[in-house]
């Protein structure tokens, strides 16, 4: 009676996490506050209650699991206070609705109204009268006189600063009075003004990663004694207008959205078409694009941009992740590879664009972020038409002028394949004709093992010449062997010994159809004189298989065979056997001789027979035409070939889906609950305007839609989260140092004011990204120098608070970048085009990656260039911390470790550098201007009387080439003031 | 210069970033002291554990490609007598790679082995040797059926690429050993990386510091050596320089705690160049240690392996802190040829897999009791999956099953002769004491004296966990 009375409406239910009486541990430092709790209004009957009939049984029957003294607290929810079932457990709701039994979790879990959810656990359901105790006392406002408790509040709600609406009204006008005023508040004050040349370093670092050369820092330092501020906006607008600025940040932006050229997992197969996007990222950046429109480019740029490639491509982005393409045949594993697929894009645009870790509500309510889990399937119902793989992306005309050039070719081609085909026909005919009239008076081969015996020959050689193999001619084109295989390959002599044996000291040649570039052994024809089964010869082309003996012997059988066991057909599944074939012995290698064939023998098929006859009936004539047909055909082939290909590009391709997006139990694809529509998030409905579509909206729409809705002024968290990006870039670190988190995990912000200046500004700007480089650049703060002060440093360590410039290590790329550029190597173009790569590929079905001994000239670019595979690991940028993007790196790490020392002191590309060094300086006359030359070039400085001492001492026992491998290890190389 | 005392507070600061300790503000100064200078082999039962540590090393053992556990470890004589019937309840199940045949028993027989009379197949006779000291898990599950993400699965707990292997957090937790060696070793096969390659020993948003160096028999310690143009007395000579120079910079530079942490690095890759070489100095061995492993083996592959044993027992001797040890290698053309994938003829493919697999293990096994070494060293054996007990339909192997596997564990603080958990008749599904890979690591990380719940590390919105947020250490096989 109880369960109808008070069955709850399903989507309330299925909103109800179970998330709320599990257990999960990752419990962490909390921000402590207190809920408020007003004193209780003395309502004494309400209390009398609650004493008589509902402590006993939240006592009894609760607290083990749901109170400060439980031993492990469940779920996070306490029942033991007030305060604990109005804050609820995980699931972010409250646990009890007072007055409202129905909207009551609590309730709902009590009456077994939902599998899973069932309280007490592992017990027999409360009396029922005990619970309708429990709903008589919700419905009276559910009075609770245990409010003295304080609650550590373990989760933000909609009142979470980052969810605000950007503030409007500021109390300072500039980055500096922010700054400075909090310097104030903590008794700080902010350094004096850096010397010029450490500026112009550090300016021409942070926009464009590369450092200035000595002429750079010589005239900008004559420019500072005229106008200081007037040389340092010059600079900086030389800067930024540079397109290497776009090879610098448009970098940083490719490690926020988990950029990578191979597609991770099992195969990680590499990723040759994706650098267009890398491209467009880095022009889209010096072009100074409006972000608001990038980030629609992102989502939605084949919506907006159809036919111009420029804006379409930016949709690349859903599919640049890593995602399983192993072809998995099992039902439940393909929906989990998908919905992990989706789980990438999602996870990329959430914390890219917002902010936030709606990935973290996959499985239930977010447990810290006011992110219920529909939202989390509202973003994948925008995705849930995304699929991986190529796309022609060209402009109308293009495609047009492609479509005009290749159509008349290909008609063309169509005709001469077409007669082609009727010749084969005739001849086929014919062929069938004459075998139809054949006996045979041998079997077929038998893949376990075949033997042709012939006359006893001398013979240092053994060919074995095939021509066809038992492939299912339904499937394959006789005559291909690729799909050969071949276990054991025997010669006996007429003393009856195998004499086609490696321990015998022969040799086996042969192509093999396969290789394993770290296994070099794998497949080869050596298998064949192993003398054991299992392991088989991959059938190259040409299809022949020469035995060399050590000596000449008198040889009279051969025996080849293809499996092991009888116990099952294993020809099915070892490849197919050699069944046309030829035997050819000779003494010395040169001259010939055919001693047997598979003449005679019943055909594998029919087909096979045919085929064998096909080679008698064939008149010369129609074997000329045959040719000429070829050769015709090959050469409107090429002809097509060389008419410019439409780009392609690994841009993914959409389809409208067929089926509404569900929200997933647990995160179980095999477990769909509601139905979600295409909308906007329900996290900032209480702030930015919201979109919501019909169920079976068009694929694009929901894109399109959902990018207007992240990229909308009125959306607060998008212009903090990239406004704090551009500050963490220049500062090394963001106002929020949680760059892709603003959530309750997240750092709050060192100054939130500013935060909001800040993004208040790029609005302003147009969502353009340059200006706000300029204002900052330019500020007081930024143009501070990095001087070390006990004082300061006693109050604010890491120099959040910016008393001084906080000293920055040179990334992976700018190491990378400043070692080619000082020894003259670098080559700033092609600025864009295919990636190099510090790898060597290989692919044997799964792939690998080797890093490379030795960095040819073709590898002197900008390192933003670099064809990162996932799972690859390069010297120098992988151990100077060169993010993997299997996840987005919105912050690098900064390591340092022996394994960094040892390549910087030890690989080649090192001492091939200090070489190119010796080169540059070494046209100076004097050791002393040598010296002071790679100072110039090295540090942009001169070097002391004491440096230059030390270099005397050691070039002349050391060598001036070893002197350079020293100075580009050296700190002051590395690190920046 | 004082590079040591210079490296001192950036290891505190790594220090303080560790949750698991963040309790512990006092004696961490001491702790990270006693690291630098490579001087505490007893680290691991330092007072900041959460448990006293029974293990303070780890040896991987890892043979990929779903090495078969009804073929291996897992013995159900009912397979043998409902040999070639149609698996009850299972018709034409599809896996991975498509339908599935009638049961298949194991080619070989099993044998009862040791005091505790364990079934163990009859192809592996000299790992029948320890298994009084072993502890099996029968009843692993894993949450896929595929090699790769099976593969980092076993050793990060998490299917998807990017999360830090198990290798990675332990060296994240406790620290080096042997300043002078790395870490945290990848031994990795002749034949190849093992599916999903170095996302296996990957550190994955941990520093760079904690993932895996890779080396082996066939393949020495990338950028060890010095080039050979640059003498002994001129590489003194670079150093010195090198230390002057940073020096100079850094006394103008004060308050930048990395100068010094890079100058310790220096020192420390110079030291590294002198024990690297020594350790992986397989010579130094007498012939009888090289007989024991194999090491000269007339099969390749074998000898091959071998050498890798006895290499993982020389690291763990020098006191790398964790090694992982591979098996075989990666998917190739053919399934089984390269790893234990036997899809298609698992006979055939077992017959080569085993010899390689089963002599030099068991000799690394008896040479690291012998020399005490499995007082501190805890040995566990993985793979990714098990094997179907049907045979995959006109084939003689069978296809990938995650829902029951073998696994084991020995050495520092683990019973021997027990077996924890076990499957249903076939060896289709684990059905008792059901496991999981965050069980598996939660006693990993247990026996090292750390509570899986509390070793966290906050990574793009969470704190997270090896052990994500499940597991629950598997008390029964531990010695109490």
């Known amino acids: 009676m109880l369960k109808s009375t008070f069955k709850l409406p399903a989507r309330v239910r299925s909103s109800i996490s179970k998330a709320i009486f599990h257990s999960y541990a990752t419990i962490v430092t909390f921000v402590t506050f207190t809920i408020s709790t007003q004193p209780c209004t003395a309502d004494q009957a309400g209390d009398t209650f609650f004493e008589q009939k509902i402590r006993p049984v939240l006592i009894?029957?609760?607290?083990?699991?749901?109170?400060?003294?439980?031993?492990?607290?469940?779920?996070?929810?306490?029942?033991?206070?007030?305060?604990?079932?109005?804050?609820?457990?995980?699931?972010?709701?409250?646990?009890?609705?007072?007055?409202?039994?129905?909207?009551?979790?609590?309730?709902?879990?009590?009456?077994?109204?939902?599998?899973?959810?069932?309280?007490?656990?592992?017990?027999?359901?409360?009396?029922?009268?005990?619970?309708?105790?429990?709903?008589?006392?919700?419905?009276?406002?559910?009075?609770?006189?245990?409010?003295?408790?304080?609650?550590?509040?373990?989760?933000?709600?909609?009142?979470?600063?980052?969810?605000?609406?950007?503030?409007?009204?500021?109390?300072?006008?500039?980055?500096?009075?922010?700054?400075?005023?909090?310097?104030?508040?903590?008794?700080?004050?902010?350094?004096?003004?850096?010397?010029?040349?450490?500026?112009?370093?550090?300016?021409?670092?942070?926009?464009?990663?590369?450092?200035?050369?000595?002429?750079?820092?010589?005239?900008?330092?004559?420019?500072?004694?005229?106008?200081?501020?007037?040389?340092?906006?010059?600079?900086?607008?030389?800067?930024?207008?540079?397109?290497?600025?776009?090879?610098?940040?448009?970098?940083?932006?490719?490690?926020?959205?988990?950029?990578?050229?191979?597609?991770?997992?099992?195969?990680?197969?590499?990723?040759?078409?994706?650098?267009?996007?890398?491209?467009?990222?880095?022009?889209?950046?010096?072009?100074?694009?409006?972000?608001?429109?990038f980030i629609i480019e992102h989502l939605a740029g084949d919506v907006i941009g159809k036919d111009d490639p420029t804006v379409e491509i930016g949709s690349a982005f859903l599919v640049a992740g890593p995602y399983d393409d192993v072809g998995n045949q099992d039902a439940v594993a393909q929906k989990n590879i998908r919905a992990a697929t989706l789980d990438d894009m999602i996870t990329a645009t959430s914390g890219a664009f917002l902010g936030l870790t709606i990935n973290c509500a996959r499985c239930h309510n977010h447990k810290f972020d006011p992110i219920p889990t529909e939202d989390y399937y509202r973003i994948r119902s925008a995705f849930e038409g995304v699929r991986h793989g190529l796309r022609t992306i060209a402009t109308k005309s293009d495609r047009q002028a492609f479509e005009e050039a290749t159509k008349p070719l290909a008609m063309e081609k169509e005709k001469l394949a077409s007669d082609r085909e009727k010749l084969e026909k005739e001849i086929e005919d014919r062929a069938k004709v004459a075998f139809e009239k054949l006996t045979f008076q041998r079997p077929k081969i038998d893949v376990h093992g075949t033997?042709?015996?012939?006359?006893?020959?001398?013979?240092?050689?053994?060919?074995?010449?095939?021509?066809?193999?038992?492939?299912?001619?339904?499937?394959?084109?006789?005559?291909?062997?690729?799909?050969?295989?071949l276990s054991e390959f025997e010669v006996w002599n007429t003393d009856n010994v195998n004499v086609a044996l490696a321990n015998y000291g022969s040799k086996a040649e042969g192509a093999r159809s396969a290789t394993a570039a770290d296994f070099p052994d794998a497949y080869g024809p050596q298998l064949c004189i192993d003398g054991k089964q299992g392991e088989q010869w991959f059938i190259g082309s040409p299809a022949e298989l020469t035995i060399t003996f050590p000596q000449p012997e008198l040889v009279h059988r051969i025996h080849f065979s293809n499996s092991k066991g009888r116990d099952l057909d294993e020809s099915k599944v070892r490849g197919a056997t050699p069944c046309e074939y030829d035997i050819l012995v000779s003494l010395d290698g040169q001259q010939w001789t055919k001693v047997a064939s598979s003449e005679g023998r019943e055909p594998w098929t029919p087909a096979h027979g045919i085929e064998r006859v096909r080679r008698n009936v064939i008149t010369e004539e129609e074997v000329r035409q045959l040719k000429r047909f070829d050769r015709d055909i090959s050469l409107i082939r090429l002809k097509i070939e060389r008419i410019p290909k439409l780009q392609q590009v690994w841009a993914g391709n959409f389809t409208q889906p067929t089926e509404p997006t569900n929200v997933q139990l647990g995160g179980d694809p095999m477990k769909p609950t509601d139905i979600v529509v295409p909308s906007s998030l329900s996290v900032l409905n209480q702030v930015t305007p919201t979109f919501q579509l019909p169920v079976d909206a068009p694929e694009s729409q929901r894109r399109l839609e959902l990018a207007k809705w992240i990229a909308s002024d009125s959306n607060p968290l998008t212009a903090r989260v990239l406004a704090n990006r551009i500050w963490q870039y220049h500062f090394g670190n963001g106002i929020v140092d949680t760059p892709s988190d603003f959530g309750f995990l997240g750092s709050q912000p060192t100054h939130p004011e500013l935060l909001d200046f800040l993004s208040r500004k790029l609005i302003g700007y147009g969502w353009r990204l340059k200006p706000l480089h300029r204002d900052i650049l330019l500020s007081q703060t930024y143009l501070q120098s990095s001087s070390f002060r006990d004082s300061a440093a006693n109050k604010d360590k890491d120099s959040r608070l910016l008393w001084r410039f906080p000293p920055k290590?040179?990334?992976?790329?700018?190491?990378?970048?400043?070692?080619?550029?000082?020894?003259?190597?670098?080559?700033?173009?092609?600025?864009?085009?295919?990636?190099?790569?510090?790898?060597?590929?290989?692919?044997?079905?799964?792939?690998?990656?080797?890093?490379?001994?030795?960095?040819?000239?073709?590898?002197?670019?900008?390192?933003?260039?670099?064809?990162?595979?996932?799972?690859?690991?390069?010297?120098?940028?992988?151990?100077?911390?060169?993010?993997?993007?299997?996840?987005?790196?919105?912050?690098?790490?900064?390591?340092?470790?022996?394994?960094?020392?040892?390549?910087?002191?030890?690989?080649?590309?090192?001492?091939?550098?200090?070489?190119?060094?010796?080169?540059?300086?070494?046209?100076?006359?004097?050791?002393?201007?040598?010296?002071?030359?790679?100072?110039?070039?090295?540090?942009?400085?001169?070097?002391?009387?004491?440096?230059?001492?030390?270099?005397?001492?050691?070039?002349?026992?050391?060598?001036?080439?070893?002197?350079?491998?020293?100075?580009?290890?050296?700190?002051?190389?590395?690190?920046?003031d | 210069m004082r590079p040591l005392d210079a490296g001192l507070p950036y290891l505190s600061v790594e220090y303080a970033r560790r949750g698991f300790l963040q309790q512990m503000t006092t004696g961490l100064a001491g702790v990270a002291l006693a690291r630098m200078l490579s001087d505490d082999k007893a680290l691991a039962s330092a007072t900041a554990l959460h448990y006293p540590a029974k293990a303070k090393q780890v040896l991987q053992i890892f043979c990929p490609g779903a090495a078969s556990h009804v073929d291996l470890w897992?013995?159900?004589?009912?397979?043998?007598?409902?040999?070639?019937?149609?698996?009850?309840?299972?018709?034409?199940?599809?896996?991975?790679?498509?339908?599935?045949?009638?049961?298949?028993?194991?080619?070989?027989?099993?044998?009862?082995?040791?005091?505790?009379g364990k079934m163990i197949s009859s192809m592996l006779p000299n790992m029948a040797r320890h298994v009084d000291d072993m502890a099996f898990i029968h009843s692993m599950t894993s949450r896929t059926n595929t090699h790769g993400p099976g593969c980092i699965a076993m050793n990060s707990c998490f299917t998807r690429e990017g999360f830090p292997s198990a290798g990675s957090w332990v060296s994240y937790a406790l620290g080096s050993m042997n300043e002078n060696l790395p870490t945290y070793v990848a031994i990795q096969d002749v034949r190849g990386e093992p599916p999903n390659g170095k996302a296996n020993w990957s550190n994955g948003f941990l520093s760079a510091k904690y993932q895996a160096v890779t080396m082996a028999a066939q393949q020495p310690l990338r950028n060890l050596d010095t080039p050979s143009v640059i003498s002994d007395e001129k590489e003194r000579a670079t150093r010195d320089l090198l230390a002057k120079l940073n020096s100079q910079h850094a006394s103008l530079h004060p308050g930048n705690d990395e100068?010094?942490?890079?100058?310790?690095?220096?020192?420390?890759?110079?030291?590294?160049?002198?024990?690297?070489?020594?350790?992986?100095?397989?010579?130094?061995?007498?012939?009888?240690?090289?007989?024991?492993?194999?090491?000269?083996?007339?099969?390749?592959?074998?000898?091959?392996?071998?050498?890798?044993?006895?290499?993982?027992?020389?690291?763990?001797?020098?006191?790398?802190?964790?090694?992982?040890?591979?098996?075989?290698?990666?998917?190739?053309?053919?399934?089984?040829?390269?790893?234990?994938?036997?899809h298609k003829t698992l006979k055939a493919d077992y017959e080569r897999h085993c010899p390689i697999f089963d002599e030099p293990t068991a000799a690394l096994l008896t040479d690291l009791k012998q020399r005490g070494l499995l007082n501190d060293v805890l040995v566990v054996w993985c793979t990714e999956f098990g094997r179907m007990p049907t045979h995959q339909e006109g084939t003689s192997g069978r296809d990938h099953n995650p829902?029951?596997?073998?696994?084991?564990?020995?050495?520092?603080?683990?019973?021997?002769?027990?077996?924890?958990?076990?499957?249903?008749?076939?060896?289709?599904?684990?059905?008792?004491?059901?496991?999981?890979?965050?069980?598996?690591?939660?006693?990993?990380?247990?026996?090292?004296?750390?509570?899986?719940?509390?070793?966290?590390?906050?990574?793009?919105?969470?704190?997270?966990?090896?052990?994500?947020?499940?597991g629950h250490a598997i008390d029964r096989i531990l010695v109490s």
């Not at chain 1, 060919?463 to 299912?472: N, P």
């Not at chain 1, 992976?812 to 700033?828: C, F």
Request: hydrophobic residues 35%; negative net charge.
């Open chain 1, 60 to 293: 009894e029957h609760c607290y083990r699991c749901h109170s400060g003294e439980a031993e492990k607290l469940k779920g996070n929810l306490h029942l033991d206070s007030k305060a604990g079932w109005q804050l609820g457990g995980d699931s972010g709701e409250p646990a009890i609705v007072p007055g409202n039994p129905d909207e009551s979790p609590l309730l709902a879990s009590v009456q077994h109204l939902d599998p899973g959810l069932e309280m007490p656990p592992d017990a027999p359901k409360l009396p029922d009268n005990v619970i309708a105790d429990l709903i008589t006392w919700v419905k009276m406002g559910a009075p609770d006189p245990r409010t003295d408790v304080k609650i550590d509040a373990k989760r933000a709600d909609k009142s979470w600063w980052s969810l605000q609406p950007l503030a409007k009204d500021f109390h300072q006008d500039s980055i500096d009075g922010f700054i400075s005023e909090r310097l104030r508040q903590q008794g700080l004050e902010r350094n004096p003004p850096a010397d010029p040349r450490t500026l112009i370093r550090r300016i021409s670092y942070d926009v464009t990663g590369l450092p200035p050369t000595i002429d750079e820092v010589n005239s900008f330092v004559m420019a500072c004694e005229t106008d200081q501020r007037v040389a340092t906006e010059n600079l900086v607008d030389r800067l930024l207008a540079s397109p290497r600025y776009g090879e610098r940040w448009g970098r940083h932006w490719l490690d926020v959205i988990r950029f990578g050229e191979s597609n991770g997992f099992e195969r990680n197969v590499i990723v040759d078409n994706l650098w267009p996007f890398r491209d467009y990222v880095i022009q889209s950046f010096n072009s100074d694009k409006p972000f608001n429109q």
């Open chain 1, 451 to 485: 033997s042709e015996e012939f006359l006893a020959t001398r013979a240092q050689h053994v060919r074995f010449v095939i021509h066809s193999v038992t492939t299912d001619a339904t499937k394959t084109r006789l005559g291909d062997v690729r799909s050969g295989r």
């Open chain 1, 809 to 976: 290590r040179l990334s992976a790329e700018e190491l990378r970048d400043t070692i080619l550029m000082v020894s003259g190597k670098l080559q700033l173009e092609p600025a864009g085009g295919p990636g190099f790569r510090l790898y060597r590929f290989t692919q044997n079905n799964v792939c690998t990656y080797f890093p490379l001994d030795f960095h040819g000239p073709e590898t002197y670019r900008r390192s933003v260039y670099h064809q990162n595979a996932r799972a690859s690991v390069v010297d120098i940028l992988s151990e100077f911390d060169l993010p993997d993007n299997a996840f987005a790196a919105p912050k690098r790490s900064n390591t340092t470790t022996p394994m960094q020392a040892l390549t910087m002191l030890n690989h080649s590309f090192i001492l091939d550098m200090a070489r190119a060094l010796i080169e540059r300086c070494g046209k100076e006359l004097t050791l002393d201007d040598k010296i002071t030359s790679s100072y110039g070039l090295v540090y942009q400085r001169s070097p002391t009387e004491v440096e230059l001492t030390l270099a005397r001492d050691y070039i002349a026992t050391n060598g001036f080439e070893n002197y350079c491998r020293v100075l580009l290890n050296t700190n002051e190389l590395i690190y920046i």
């Open chain 2, 74 to 116: 897992d013995h159900k004589p009912m397979l043998e007598k409902f040999h070639d019937t149609p698996m009850p309840g299972a018709d034409s199940e599809v896996t991975f790679q498509g339908k599935n045949g009638n049961l298949m028993k194991s080619p070989w027989p099993f044998i009862a082995a040791g005091q505790s």
């Open chain 2, 259 to 342: 100068l010094g942490a890079r100058m310790a690095a220096y020192e420390l890759a110079a030291k590294m160049q002198l024990a690297a070489p020594k350790v992986s100095d397989l010579s130094q061995e007498p012939k009888h240690i090289h007989d024991l492993y194999c090491t000269n083996d007339s099969n390749n592959l074998k000898a091959s392996y071998a050498k890798n044993c006895l290499l993982a027992r020389r690291l763990l001797e020098q006191g790398v802190r964790f090694v992982s040890l591979y098996c075989a290698s990666r998917a190739s053309s053919v399934d089984g040829l390269l790893n234990w994938d036997a």
């Open chain 2, 403 to 470: 829902d029951a596997f073998t696994t084991w564990m020995m050495g520092a603080g683990v019973k021997g002769g027990v077996s924890h958990g076990s499957t249903d008749d076939f060896g289709r599904r684990s059905v008792q004491d059901v496991t999981t890979v965050y069980d598996f690591y939660a006693t990993v990380l247990k026996l090292l004296g750390i509570d899986h719940e509390k070793l966290t590390y906050y990574h793009n919105g969470a704190k997270r966990r090896l052990t994500d947020v499940h």
